[in-house]
Every structure is written in structure tokens, then in C-alpha cells.
């Protein structure tokens, strides 16, 4: 492995390049995070059970039947980034919390809980679309303080602007001149290119760490078929996602000891036409970006996404 030779790769679709450092001979282990400390429920945490009357009015909610709590609860964010009054940033910001439970970790969900919280996504995003003003709405989570989130409570964030993310526009312009170029859907090649990184699937997910991974063991659960959104799957395949994203997030936390991670889904804007595949990115942060990262845009990455695939493969 120290002789391994370094390779600069450009992702498939997008204009972005990555220097595969393999020669560096970093193993899973060499990232184990130190265990978090337990959290403890604190009478003070805004979105913890019992506390409901310290966030802004409740949009919505899911219960379960077995549950004395809610399951999954969304309301508008209390330090709103986007707003209907804000005439140069319109927009809506909302939270979602994804379980009563302080001390939870996603991956700790059972997958009925993965299936609520989903299921509020749809919710949201399909009452969001209704609103002409609205191009685009984007659905993220940050998990950890490396990873910016601010309160400890487990918790997703909506927020919907009135521009497509410049993100968005890329990843569609890529699609649109693969297209143009090789006569086929650069997502539905996907399935193919990156056949060799694919350590998790079902009959309409695949989980795979990107032949261009920018950061250390990123994922991907990309829709097999078109789908521009959440709205376009039916009840099975919803189910699969929710398999696949528990699946993925698990697999992450046994390796790596609870890594910080940003997870983001990826959604066609609504006014495209363009075929397009739904899909999550799973991103670690275990890597700070220095000198030549900023000046070039070229992300050297310690972990060849192969070695990343291999690795969360073997745990069952
Ligand atoms: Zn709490
Ligand atoms: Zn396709
Ligand atoms: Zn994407």
C-alpha cells in the first residue's frame, strides 16, 4: 500500500477534481473519533418533549401509536435565514426533529422512526411547492459541532429560497451536456461507473463512496430509476430509502465511531424537465481543507473511495 500510486480524478459528471492520495496508506481506524460524551436530557434543550412551547408555533407533526410523544415535529426556525418578509433573501426556514429522544444519534432510530421523519420531509416539501415563489428547497442535516450544528438535539433543516442553489444548477448542467455528449442520463450511468464502489443496495437504492470523493468516506444513495424528488417515490420506495439512509448512517457510526457528518438531499429544481435521479449525499468532517484545497479546488483525499467502499461493506 505505501507504493500505491496517487491519482488526480475528475468526478464523473461534475467539473471537479480530486487527488486520491493513496501512497499515504491511511486505514478506517486512523479516523476513529473519540466517543461522544452521553447528552444528557437538559430541561433547557428547546426540542426535547416538554418543551414544545419554547420553539415557534408547531407546522406539523407525525405521532406513532405506540408512542406517549410525537415521533418527528417541524416548526419555523427560530433564527430564520430565509422569510416570507424578507424582501433580498425570501424564502422559509424550518427544523425538524426527528425523535423525542435527547440522546439519540439517527442511526439509533428504528426504521419506523427513519419512515416518519421521511415522511415529514414529503410533507414539507410538497406544501413548500405550492408557493410559486419558491424554486428550490433544500433538506440538511448537520450532525456535530465539526459538522455546524449548534444544538445537540438530533434535528434536519428546510430551507426553501426563491433561486436555484448554484449547486443545483451545476449538477443539472452536467446531466444536460452528458446527455448531449454520450446520448444517455449521466445518472442512470452512475449505476455503472461506480458498480465497483457500491457497498450497500436494495431494489431501488444504491449506497456507493463516489469514484471522486471529496471527503473521507462520502456516500451516495442515488434512485435507481427518475425521480426528481421525494415526490415522485411511492410507499415501497420510501421504505427503501429509509432502509438505505439507516443503512448508510449506521454502517458510518460502527466504523468510524460517530463521526460529524452533513447529509443533503438532492432534489431536481421544480420547474426542471430534465431526467433526474433523487439522491443523498452523505459528507464526513474529518478533514480540514488547507493551501492547495483553497487556491486550486483540487481536494486531496487520504482514503481511496474503493478502500472507503470495501471497508463499510464488511459491517454487516
Ligand atoms: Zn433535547
Ligand atoms: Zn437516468
Ligand atoms: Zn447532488
Not at 416548526?75 to 423525542?100: C, D, L, M, Q, W
Request: proline share 6%; hydrophobic share 35%.
Amino acid at each position: 500500500m505505501g507504493n500505491a500510486e496517487n491519482e488526480l480524478r475528475k468526478d464523473f459528471l461534475l467539473d471537479k477534481w480530486v487527488l486520491v492520495a493513496a501512497n499515504r496508506g491511511k486505514r478506517p481506524n486512523d479516523f476513529k473519533c473519540a466517543p461522544c460524551e452521553p447528552q444528557q436530557h437538559s430541561s433547557n434543550c428547546f426540542f426535547c418533549p416538554g418543551n414544545e412551547h419554547l420553539t415557534p408555533p408547531e407546522i406539523s407533526r407525525v405521532c406513532d401509536v405506540n408512542s406517549v410523544h410525537w415521533s418527528a415535529r417541524c416548526f419555523p426556525n427560530k433564527f430564520t435565514a430565509t422569510s416570507p418578509g424578507f424582501s433580498r433573501a425570501y424564502g422559509k426556514h424550518e427544523v425538524i426533529v426527528e425523535t423525542p429522544d435527547h440522546n439519540k444519534r439517527l442511526s439509533q432510530l428504528p426504521l419506523g422512526q427513519v419512515k416518519n421523519f421521511i415522511q415529514l420531509y414529503c410533507e414539507r416539501l410538497s406544501a413548500l411547492k405550492k408557493n410559486k415563489r419558491i424554486k428550490y428547497v433544500s433538506i440538511f442535516k448537520n450532525e456535530g459541532e465539526a459538522a455546524g450544528a449548534s444544538i445537540a438535539h438530533t434535528h434536519t433543516q428546510l430551507i426553501a429560497v426563491d433561486k436555484i442553489p448554484p449547486v443545483i444548477r451545476e449538477e443539472i448542467g452536467a446531466c444536460k451536456e452528458f446527455k448531449r455528449k454520450k446520448k444517455k442520463c449521466g445518472f442512470c450511468a452512475l449505476k455503472k461507473l461506480e458498480r465497483e464502489r457500491i457497498f450497500f443496495e436494495n431494489a431501488s437504492f444504491i449506497c456507493f463512496c463516489p469514484f471522486a470523493s471529496t471527503f473521507y468516506f462520502e456516500c451516495t444513495i442515488l434512485s435507481k430509476r427518475h425521480a426528481k424528488s421525494l415526490l415522485d417515490f411511492n410507499e415501497a420506495e420510501l421504505r427503501d430509502l429509509a432502509i438505505a439512509l439507516r443503512a448508510v448512517l449506521q454502517k458510518l457510526d460502527c466504523l468510524l465511531g460517530n463521526p460529524p457528518f452533513n447529509y443533503y438531499f438532492h432534489t431536481a429544481p421544480f420547474s426542471s424537465k430534465i431526467d433526474f435521479h433523487f439522491h443523498v449525499h452523505v459528507c464526513l468532517q474529518l478533514a480540514k481543507w488547507a493551501g492547495f484545497e483553497h487556491s486550486t479546488g483540487i481536494i486531496i483525499n487520504q482514503v481511496p473511495p474503493e478502500q472507503a467502499a470495501k471497508a463499510l461493506k464488511e459491517i454487516k
